[in-house]
C-alpha cells in the first residue's frame, strides 16, 4: 500500500466513524425508543460536521 491510499484510507475510517456514531443514536432512537437529550444530538452533529471537514475539504495534489 502507497502512503498515498493510506491517507486516503484514514479519511475514510474516520469518516465512517463519524457516520457509525450518528447511525448508532437513530437506531437507538428508531428501533429501542431511546430518547437523546440534546447533548447527544449536539455531539452527534459535531461527529457529522467532522465528517464533512475530512471529506469535502480542497486539498492539494501534491
Known amino acids: 500500500m502507497t502512503i498515498a491510499k493510506s491517507v486516503l484510507l484514514f479519511r ?7 457516520v457509525f456514531i450518528a447511525g448508532s443514536l437513530a437506531w437507538g432512537v428508531v428501533f429501542d425508543g431511546f430518547r437523546p437529550d440534546r447533548w447527544d444530538v449536539v455531539g452527534s452533529m459535531v461527529c457529522l460536521a ?13
Open 12 to 18: 475514510i475510517l474516520a469518516a465512517y466513524g463519524g
Open 50 to 62: 467532522g465528517v464533512a471537514v475530512i471529506m469535502f475539504t480542497p486539498r492539494d495534489a501534491g
